[in-house]
Nanobody
Framework: QVHLVQSGGGEVQVGGSLTLSCTRS????????WAWFRQAPGKPREGIAG????????TLSASVKGRFAISQDNAKNTLYLQMNNLKPEDTAIYYC???????????????WGQGTQVTVSS
């Protein structure tokens, strides 16, 4: 069983930066990709960034490309999301997830972090 624990998040002003972390524990069997999703009130969960657990090219959605970066520290089993130039529309609950596919479809990910609120105020 994979267990994901998130940290980071909070409130920031427009144009500010935040970093989210997600630490993985437990068996990594049957999981080879992890990703960040977010869900704003009244909207479906959106995949925004993903990366293979063993390394390789990452994926970023059009909505965050150029502003967000995904990275990992394999020695710490930790995934990061660096968020720069934040906008009010980035306000959402952010989730990390682990699964077997690079498709950023939340239905394809089996393991989820607890979620963390990010609020961007103007």
């Amino acid at each position: 069983q994979v267990h994901l624990v998130q940290s980071g998040g909070g409130e920031v002003q427009v144009g500010g930066s935040l970093t989210l972390s997600c630490t993985r524990s437990g068996s990594a069997a049957a999981t080879n990709y992890w990703a960040w999703f977010r869900q704003a009130p009244g909207k479906p969960r959106e995949g925004i960034a993903g990366i293979p657990i063993t390394g390789g090219p990452s994926t970023l959605s059009a909505s965050v490309k150029g502003r967000f970066a995904i990275s990992q520290d394999n020695a710490k089993n930790t995934l990061y999301l660096q968020m720069n130039n934040l906008k009010p529309e980035d306000t959402a609950i952010y989730y990390c997830a682990a699964g077997q596919t690079r498709q950023l479809n939340p239905r394809l990910f089996q393991h989820w972090g607890q979620g963390t609120q990010v609020t961007v105020s103007s």
